[in-house]
């Protein structure tokens, strides 16, 4: 997510990374440009955290949607992406299954055994005319982005589990990351998007609810004694705050809980794709591609159960907010 005053982060680097564009990638944003004042103004306790904003909130990131600068209003600042494909992992921490169909408390697996709509929007993303917006972006050799999202991974962690309410720093996510890959109950992989949900009102990062509903970022963990880069998203619960963190509309396959998160980790998964380190594509507000496109929907349907969608994904009717394509001027759309 961007790099925002108003609860949206602001890394450190982003300044100085506009002069840093590899000319071989257009576009590229020029090196006299650098992200507005007020959004230098980092609010946020992780620096490095690019969140998903609250829906009232989410307007200044549609304010001059291209963000100046011409092009498709979105630029590459030299750093790197997921290339070659997507890979996430669920960890779902929590005493019970968070989603119904949800792995049960205690268990590892693969993603393909996770019986709950989020492991089934994960399992069927990669592919489909959606996530294939993202193949509008490159690496800095020039290669597109390859539309593909592989749900390698589960891991139901009951152990130590926050309470309703508690608010849970970085420092904690990290380090119950670092004693899942201990312990064997994770994987690790650098190119791996670990989603850490919670349940209830869990307070994943201190401002859920109130600045975020979700966000992405990264940690270091020590793997075979070397220290190593772990990609991570906090998915705390939004429905918990439907007002501020879903979109309010009936849920298209009856599961609102279920419903409603996948909004937030699509937005989450695409951004990380494409803006790894926050050192790659983002706008000269800062803000990455979903911002861009954040709490909007494009064309809605109603499904069979009066739900409301934009999109079906394997077979499912889902509501998620569309994406900046980066081609042609650029713009917000649900498929490309």
């Not at 349940?199 to 975020?212: D, E, P, T």
């Not at 009717?317 to 042609?328: E, I, P, S, T």
């Amino acid at each position: 997510m961007s790099r925002r005053s108003t609860g949206f982060a602001l890394i450190a680097v982003v300044a100085g990374a506009a002069a840093c564009s590899d000319t071989t990638v257009a576009p590229t944003e020029p090196s006299n440009v650098a992200p507005s004042a007020s959004l230098q103004e980092t609010k946020w306790s992780n620096p490095n955290a690019h969140i998903m904003p609250l829906k009232a909130a989410a307007q200044e990131a549609h304010n001059t949607a291209g963000g100046g600068g011409g092009g498709t209003g979105i630029f590459y600042h030299g750093g790197p992406v997921l290339q070659s494909g997507t890979k996430v992992a669920a960890v779902y921490w929590a005493a019970s299954p968070i989603f119904a169909g949800g792995p049960a408390a205690g268990t590892t697996g693969a993603g393909s055994s996770d019986g709950s709509l989020v492991g089934f929007f994960m399992s069927h993303l990669g592919g489909s005319p959606y996530f294939n917006i993202n193949s509008t972006y490159t690496d800095g050799s020039g290669r597109s982005i390859v539309n593909s999202v592989s749900y390698t991974q589960f891991y139901a962690n009951n152990t130590s589990v926050p309470a309703a309410g508690a608010s849970v720093s970085d420092a904690q996510m990290v380090a119950m990351l670092q004693a899942a890959f201990d312990a064997g109950k994770l994987t690790y992989d650098a190119g791996t998007l670990y989603n850490i949900f919670t349940a209830a009102k869990v307070n994943l990062g201190g401002g859920f609810g109130s600045s975020y509903c979700a966000y992405h970022t990264h940690g270091t963990v020590t793997i075979g004694g070397v220290a190593k880069t772990v990609l991570y998203s906090a998915m705390p619960y939004n429905n918990t705050y439907p007002g501020t963190c879903t979109n309010g509309t009936a849920a298209p396959n009856g599961d609102p809980g279920a419903d409603a998160q996948v909004n937030t980790l699509a937005h989450e998964i695409e951004e990380t794709t494409t803006d790894m380190m926050g050192t790659a594509w983002y706008d000269r507000r800062g803000y990455e591609n979903a911002d861009k496109c954040a709490w909007t929907w494009g064309t809605t349907y109603t499904t069979a159960n009066g739900g409301v969608a934009n999109m079906n994904i394997g077979g499912k009717d889902f509501l998620v907010q569309r994406n900046w394509v980066n081609a042609g001027s650029g713009g917000c759309a649900v498929s490309h």
